[in-house]
């Protein structure tokens, strides 16, 4: 694991809170999504398939600041589209950081080297940059070539100006666990403080249907590329996460762990799903049918998926649901092995 | 599939909740065809088919919005827009990729037979 600790405490604190206010359903990580143009056409991406008017459109950031609040999250991950392409981003950041809030900018890090200026170094903000594999793997996954060596070289100034970096990296079927572990060995050697993992989730929208993992594949999968782990290897998220995606847990999922904003609403159920859009944080919370939703629910739409914005917060929160989630959290994170 | 290009009748056989369904689902513009003869041409970003008054929310053309309609005041909806989710830019890209790994291959090929392989073979 290698989120500070401060974010530990902040995470931690919060998780208890909800807790000892007793609710049932609390938010994890707001997914701000400022706009959804993009300067990639990820072939996995079911994001950014909207007519030229809405990809024109983009939120204010009064408007993002007012949901932050509504949420109440202790962090806030900026997708998109290409967050860097938001005209306000640094506006919006530094807002978030006197807020306190830790701040993960996901980017494929196109326009990092280019836009650093604007940003001032804080514990509070990650680029989390895009990256699914290998420059082999990677270039295909976006569809262009060269933007691996592109996000590699943000990733490089970003660290030199002291900015914390993380990578997130999708994985798709046909992925190869040794390739995998030479691409963890890689980011680990540039000097990222963590990376993400997470399989794919098939949006309906997206051009590539052919290519997700489901559920089987995705343990084995995960359980090959992470077998004996190096001691090097930081990750950015949950260990029990990882567990789950290995086969070694079985969680249920926690779809409002991740609220989505965007400027259409708040997304009904959760980030992957677009089914409706509620006006307010609240009657996203109160009024959206969540037991339709989960694995255990049968919908089809949720039988699949694995993905972190559902998983990782039941992760999260089985590891302070008892005193056993804890010590499992404890024990994994001290002794490295998944 | 795509619904691109589909004028819907609303009859016993299509209700209009499974068009509003379908519209929603479309990620192109469609056209509004409201009851009085008026028609708005926009992304239908949302739909509340059980709230006491059911009704959609669309930007137009402009980008202006949102606006709500009731289902009352829908004639039917027109699939106007291009359809930007019906691309097949992963299967270009795939085929473009395996055009050039296999020009790659026939070139290491090539370059393979016409060099010693060494007192190791290679």
Known sequence: MSVPVS?????????????????????????????????????GCGKIQYPAQILKKHLTVEQCLAAVAECGAPIVSIPGGEPLMYPDIDKLVAELVKLKKYIYLCTNAILLKEKLHLFTPSKYLTFSVHMDGLREEHDEAVCRDGVFDE?????????QRGFRVTTNTTLFDGASPLRMREFFDEMMDLGVEGMMLSPGYSYSKAPDQEHFLHETRTNQLFSEMLSKPKRRWKFNQSPL??????????????????PTFNMFGWQRPCYLLQEGYAASFQELMDGTKWENYGKKSGNEKCRDCMVHCGYEATAVDHTFSSLKGFAETVSVTLSGKL | MSFEGWVPQINDYTSLREVVDFAFD????????????????????????????????????????????????????????????????????????EKERALRAAASGADRLGRDPGPDGG
């Open chain 1, 7 to 43: 974010q530990m405490y902040t995470v931690a604190s919060y998780v208890l809170q909800q807790k000892l206010r007793r609710r049932k359903r609390y938010p994890f990580v707001l997914m701000l999504e400022p706009l959804f143009r993009c300067n990639l056409a990820c072939a």
């Open chain 1, 151 to 159: 996000a590699v070289e943000g990733i490089k100034a970003a660290l």
């Open chain 1, 241 to 258: 996460f990882l567990r789950f995606l290995m086969g070694k847990k079985d969680f249920e999922c926690t779809p409002w762990g991740n």
């Open chain 2, 26 to 97: 479309y990620r192109g513009n469609t056209t509004v065809v409201k009851r009085d003869g008026g028609e708005i041409v926009g992304y239908i970003f949302n739909r509340e088919a059980d709230a006491p008054e059911a009704f959609i929310q669309l930007f137009d053309e402009q980008g202006d919005g949102p606006f709500t309609i009731p289902y009352r005041d829908i004639a039917t909806i027109k699939f106007t827009g291009k359809d930007p989710a019906a691309g097949n830019s992963w299967k270009a890209w795939v085929e473009r990729k």
